[in-house]
């Protein structure tokens, strides 16, 4: 079992619609948890970052974890079809020279004008 | 976006043949890392840097080796080159600035065939 597991998609939604993008994880050491955009043929851009338990907003952006469950998302409101990407959470356990980042698989998203 | 670079972005190759690719920053981040993305397994952590000098391995290591003998570069060199070494492989720096989280910043990625 992976210890970050993320729906593949693709997930299709109309202009306008409210986005859930999800990942549970097994790892209950993990603390911080990070949300990264990647268009098609770019490299990964930092989106939200959330620091334990609690909802984070940026503009037409929450990012909301439970620990509790191992569970967080990612809400994207009145989605544009700018925001067709693939996201990818991500998550660490904080601290330490060895410490690393556990990335999902990433889930492909389509916002069709 | 963050001050990275990578070359060259694009390579064709064949098997056995050496490969490196060049990591750049111009960041002065401490951190440093190589990860290559396919489809079904997001990004996988090749090998990482710590400092100049001081490296270690990742998830996926075999088969590459890394360098850094300066603190804005970090070269990825593939020895002997293999088909399953197709992929896109990024560039990621980070400061973990205030000891906080290994929040990671990408270049833009090499796009690396082996034939």
Redesign the interface.
């Given at each position: 079992q992976k210890e970050v597991e993320?729906d593949?998609g693709p997930l299709s939604v109309p202009e306008g619609a409210i986005v859930s993008l999800n990942c549970t994880y097994s790892n209950s050491a993990f603390?911080?948890f990070?949300w990264?955009r990647q268009y098609s043929?770019?490299?990964?851009?930092?989106l939200m970052?959330t620091?334990s338990s609690g909802n984070k907003e940026d503009g037409r952006f929450t990012a909301q974890v439970d620990k509790s469950s191992k569970y967080i998302s990612l809400f994207i409101r009145d989605s544009q079809p700018s925001d067709s990407a693939t996201y990818?959470c991500a998550m660490?356990g904080?601290?330490g020279?060895?410490?690393?980042?556990i990335?999902?698989?990433?889930t492909l998203l389509a916002v069709q004008p | 976006d963050a001050g990275i670079t990578q070359s060259p972005r694009h390579k064709v190759t064949e098997t056995g043949t050496p490969v490196t690719l060049r990591c750049h920053q111009t960041e002065n981040h401490r951190y440093m890392y190589w990860y290559r993305q396919d489809p079904g397994h997001g990004l996988r952590l090749i090998h990482y840097s710590y400092g100049v000098k001081d490296t270690d391995k990742g998830e996926v290591s075999d088969g590459y080796s890394v360098s850094r003998s300066k603190t804005e570069d970090f070269l990825l060199t593939l020895e002997s080159a293999t088909s399953s070494q197709t992929s896109v492989y990024f560039c990621a720096i980070s400061d973990r600035a205030g000891g906080y989280t290994d929040t990671q910043y990408f270049g833009p990625g090499t796009r690396l065939t082996v034939l």
């Open positions: 993320q593949p603390q911080y990070m990264y043929r770019k490299g990964p851009e930092l970052y620091y990818l660490s904080g601290g020279a060895t410490n690393k980042l990335f999902g698989t990433g | -």
